[in-house]
């Protein structure tokens, strides 16, 4: 894949839509872009272009990149610096991230941590497990995974019921989730569990991290549609985690488990990169390889445009969240509108390949990247709220309805 | 045919076939054979003898049957079976089935499988391979138009299964106390996907009419079939998947099996910008009749 080519559809929006860029902002881009070039290079060349979770065979390699971000100071960097960040805003976060992806650089293992639950600590964590836990998320050495979602527990996620009880000094987990990804490769687990018996709803819960090794949880991967096993079922019998891992107040998980999953949201206009990337490849390979590339031209117009207003959502969402201003339905405009464009996207790509398609398990080639972009482009309406669930919130926002489904991932 | 296939095990077929290389190469050749498959011959003229072939296509879809069903049915009149490739990128699902049979270009060109190239196994297509073939020569247009007909066939019984697991899965799924069928988000998409394949069912059934009364001269109404299965295709299936939600996006569900059976189906020889240029050009030049007649350039 050139890089040239990922750089295209970038380019071109830059051009129509100038970017006004805050000189903090325009000083880190350079001093990346820099950094990128020296050393996303050498051993970490098998990444260009590739990386995260899907990418099983260079999982470790991943994991050493993203500890190698971290020591030189490129990771975490709108963590406060006491941290290991940088105390970034979002308009430097928004030029981090631009370089990052155009320099094919591998999708991130360690977000999870990064951009959910570590916020999520530095919010509502005490001085101890923010000592206990922040440093090693900032050096990528503990892994994470998330463990909301449950058989029973989708949509309606205050339908949880692994439930855990405190004996002394510790909590036993009883219970199952379910779709967590990268559960198989992680050392912690921030759940939400039920801690008081016989609660209902957002009622009587609580926000645990629950060590992974250990006798009382089995992890069964779950092989996707896409061909990994990125995401797993977790079960948990017996399994134990000390009294004081608990975040936020005993029976008061709901508000924290939504402050994370807030999080997940400002994290998916991150997404934006990589839907920008995944366009450019897309139209790359329309412009290399077809022999008749105007087929597709109405399309990659549509997708093109829409792209732009998807960066100007996420700019606005960032303003705003930077200006400490509620984000919401923000967030959930966002997360619908970029889920719903890179599905459209998906099919584009199944479109433009044509026969070849199906013809190649090379995972190094733009046609395996295009599949994949296709294949993965299913599960972006339901991961992280669905299309549906976010159609509610912004219909209950616009319409002054109360809420109809309290408890859902709003 | 669709109760043989059930009772053999359904969708378990394809499931097993991918480690267990007898499912394919003499558990369905049996089953096809006792359930009177090559009996069958599209070509007789006789509108139930391709009526029939389609019905078997679209039990065979309903199951993602792995087995080139359409090309065996379509190469009733030559020794094995036919295949119609794209020339420039001959990708066949089942190639390593298909030595001694006849492929043809969309032309009607044709030359003979003497094998597969490279395997060319990816999860969307676990027996895919590119065949390879000999010279080609000038044939007739009437066995691109017979594979065509029934690959659409074979895609709408799988769609029309998707849909049934999406129905079943609405009623069963129950969210917020309610089973997802109760909500109207849900019962739209039901609906939209409903109406869609209930259109593709009689643009398929004037298909199979149009050849069985017009033959070569039913390509506009044929390749206008195609268009047709190729835009259902996404649209139910982005409604299956969605419907689904995560359990849908794993590889044990019969969704998965059954929205990526009809992938190479849907991308050659043509996809659908392609197709969308065939039936343009097939229009501009033969006409199409429809409900209401259009005039092309031949038919002044
Ligand atoms: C790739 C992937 C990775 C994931 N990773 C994680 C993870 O790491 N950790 C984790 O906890 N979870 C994870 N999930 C799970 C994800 O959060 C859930 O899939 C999601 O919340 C939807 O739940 P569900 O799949 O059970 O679908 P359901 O909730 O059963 O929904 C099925 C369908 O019904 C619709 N629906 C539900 N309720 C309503 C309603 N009230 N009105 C209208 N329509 C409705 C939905 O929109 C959807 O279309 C992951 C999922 C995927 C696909």
């Known amino acids: 894949m050139s890089e040239t080519g990922w750089r295209h559809a970038n380019d071109l929006l830059d051009d129509l839509f100038p970017l006004r860029e805050s000189a903090a902002a325009t000083a880190l881009r350079g001093e990346f872009r820099a950094w990128l070039k020296a050393n996303l290079t050498g051993r970490f060349t098998p990444l260009i272009g590739r990386g995260g979770a899907w990418d099983e065979e260079n999982f470790s390699l991943n994991v050493e990149w993203e500890r190698h971000l971290a020591a030189e100071g490129w990771a975490c960097i709108t963590w406060p610096k006491e941290f290991g960040g940088r105390s970034a805003g979002a308009a430097e976060l928004f030029a981090y991230r631009d370089e990052y992806f155009r320099a094919g650089a591998p999708e991130r293992v360690n977000f999870l941590a990064e951009d959910l639950v570590g916020p999520t600590l530095m919010k509502h964590g005490t001085p101890e497990q923010i000592d206990r836990f922040l440093p090693p998320m900032q050096r990528a050495e503990e892994m994470w995974c998330q463990g909301y979602s449950e058989p029973d527990a989708g949509s309606d996620l205050a339908n949880i019921r692994t439930r855990a009880r405190l004996q002394g000094d510790t909590w036993v987990i009883d219970g199952q989730k379910t779709w967590t990804s990268l559960a198989a490769r992680s050392d912690w687990c921030f759940a939400l ?21 250990q006798p009382g949880i089995e992890v069964r991967p779950i092989r996707q549609m896409t061909g990994s096993a990125e995401f797993a079922e977790v079960f948990f019998d017996g399994a134990v985690t000390s009294a004081e891992n608990v975040v936020g107040a005993v029976g008061e998980g709901w508000s924290v488990a939504m402050a994370t999953l807030g999080f997940e949201r400002d994290w998916f206009m991150s997404r934006y990169f990589r839907f920008a990337r995944d366009l450019a490849v897309t139209v790359d390979y329309v412009r290399n390889t077809l022999g008749d590339p105007r087929a597709f031209e109405e399309r990659i117009v549509r997708s093109f445009t829409e792209l732009a207003a998807f960066r100007a ?44 398609g199906a013809q190649t398990h090379d995972q190094n080639t733009v046609e395996h990247a295009l599949q994949r972009t296709f294949l993965y482009s299913r599960a972006e309406p339901i991961f992280a709220g669905t299309n549906e669930i976010q159609r509610n919130i912004i219909a209950r926002r616009m319409l002054e309805l109360p809420s109809s489904t309290a408890g859902s991932r709003s | 045919m669709s109760s043989a296939l059930r009772r053999a095990g359904g969708t378990d077929l394809v499931k097993r076939a991918v480690t267990e290389p007898t499912v394919r190469t003499v558990e369905i050749p049996a089953l096809l054979e006792r359930a009177g498959l090559g009996d ?31 090309g065996q049915l379509a190469g009733a009149q030559s020794a094995l079976g036919l295949v119609l490739v794209s020339r420039t990128q001959p990708v066949v699902d089942h190639v390593d089935l298909m030595t001694g049979w006849q492929a043809v270009d969309r032309f009607g060109s044709r030359t003979d499988v003497v094998g597969a190239v490279e395997s060319a196994r990816t999860i969307s297509a676990p027996f895919a391979g590119i065949a390879k073939t000999t010279t080609w020569s000038e044939g007739e247009i009437s066995p691109v138009l017979v594979y065509l007909v029934l690959e659409c066939w074979s895609v709408l019984g799988s ?49 199979v009419a149009s050849y069985a009364s017009h033959g070569a001269q039913s390509l506009t109404d044929i390749v206008a079939a195609r268009v047709a299965m190729l835009e259902a295709a996404e649209k139910c299936l982005r409604v299956a998947h969605q419907i689904h939600g995560a359990v849908g996006f794993t590889d044990e569900h019969d969704l998965a099996w059954l929205s990526r059976h009809g992938h190479i189906a849907r991308r050659s020889p043509l996809g659908v910008s392609g197709t969308l240029a065939w039936a343009a050009e097939s229009i501009e030049r033969h006409g199409f009749d429809g409900l209401f007649p259009v005039m092309g350039a031949g038919r002044e």
């Open chain 1, 193 to 213: 569990v039920r801690t008081e018996q016989g609660s209902a709803r957002r009622a009587g819960l609580s926000y645990l991290l629950i060590p992974m090794d």
């Open chain 1, 313 to 356: 959502i996420g700019l606005q969402t960032l303003a705003a969240h930077e200006a400490g201003e509620s984000t919401s339905p923000l967030t959930s405009l966002t997360k619908l509108f970029g889920s719903s464009w890179h599905r459209d996207l998906g099919e584009l790509s199944f479109s433009v390949l044509g026969a070849a």
């Open chain 2, 159 to 207: 769609l029309e299964s998707a849909l049934a697991l999406s129905v079943q899965h609405a009623k069963d799924r129950v969210q917020f106390g309610s089973p997802l069928s109760r909500y109207q988000a849900i019962q739209f998409q039901i609906a939209d996907a409903y109406v869609e394949l209930g259109g593709l069912e009689v643009i398929v059934e004037q298909a």
């Open chain 2, 40 to 70: 069958i011959n599209p070509y007789s003229g006789d509108i139930n003898e391709i009526a029939a072939a389609a019905y078997a296509c679209r039990a065979a879809g309903a199951v993602a049957l792995p087995f080139p069903i359409v």
